[in-house]
């Protein structure tokens, strides 16, 4: 469970980037976050994965408030989410295989694991046949499949995908989205960022929507442009607030997802 709890964000310079914002997601939930350029979603993605810490409120995921969390911590939280960008991000010089190898090979995955995963993910996304290719020789969309690769690969709890199809034709991004679903519905929770509003529209899907760092919407199924009122989901019982200050956590074994 991933929990904001009265969130504030004033970046150093002043800006407030976020005011006051509550909601609550369960693993396995499909959620899109959208709001206009500077409406503060990348800084909610940024509060997720500790590159920024809340002025006030909490970020939760699980039992850990992740403001509080160890900077020798950080990478382990990490681990348990998988990133997507608008720009792909992928290492240019290394193969297809390479970029999703390295992903493995930073946690420490076993060499045996890595030869077996990475098919396997590769497979999930349509591009076996491309594992020597370098993202260079790819098509847009083919390169955002490798990031979903990338992202999947060490089974994480979250997938965090800011502005995904940014940078993809309508069908590419079709295509993307119906892959997320899938990995969605092996329990992955799924969280995408967007201001395409036709693609939130098509996907039925909880829809929270920031305007000027406010939260103003949260929807079980929503429209894009639908006007209604707030409805905040209710937070579940709380739990109590607890420091990832000791150990590591037990790594999940990986699941092999799709087969
Ligand atoms: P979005 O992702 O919805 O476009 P952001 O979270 O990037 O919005 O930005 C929210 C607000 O915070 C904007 O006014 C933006 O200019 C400001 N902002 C974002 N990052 C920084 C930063 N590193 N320093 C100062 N202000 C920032």
Do not use: W
Request: with cysteine; hydrophobic share 35%.
């Amino acid at each position: 469970m991933l929990e904001f709890r009265g969130v504030s964000m004033t970046y150093q310079t002043g800006t407030i980037a976020l005011k006051d914002v509550s909601f609550t997601i369960q693993d396995g939930e499909f959620v899109f976050i959208i709001g206009r350029s500077g409406a503060g979603k990348s800084t909610l993605i940024k509060l997720l994965t500790c590159e920024e810490r809340p002025t006030s409120g909490k970020v939760l995921i699980d039992r850990y408030d992740v403001a509080k969390i160890r900077r020798g911590l950080i990478p382990y939280l990490r681990r348990n989410i998988g990133m997507v960008f608008q720009d792909f991000r992928l290492i240019y010089t290394k193969t297809v295989y390479e970029n999703v190898a390295f992903a493995m090979e930073i946690v420490g995955a076993p060499r045996s694991t890595i030869r077996r995963r990475v098919p396997i993910v590769l497979s999930i996304v349509g591009l076996r046949d491309k594992s020597g290719a370098r993202p260079g020789e790819l098509s847009g969309g083919e390169q955002q499949r490798v990031a979903i690769a990338r992202a999947m690969v060490n089974n994480p709890m979250l997938i965090l995908a800011d502005e995904p199809t940014g940078n993809l034709d309508p069908t590419n991004s079709e295509t993307l989205m119906a892959l997320l679903e899938e990995i969605n519905h092996t329990g992955t929770t799924v969280i995408i960022c967007t201001h395409d509003r036709e693609l939130v529209d098509r996907m039925k899907k909880r829809v929270i929507e920031i305007d000027g760092g406010c939260l103003v919407r949260d929807d079980a199924i929503g429209l894009y442009g639908q006007s209604c009122p707030i409805r905040t989901r209710p937070s579940l019982k709380s739990e109590p607030d607890d420091e990832l200050s000791g150990g590591e956590p037990a790594g999940e074994p990986i699941r092999e997802v799709g087969t």
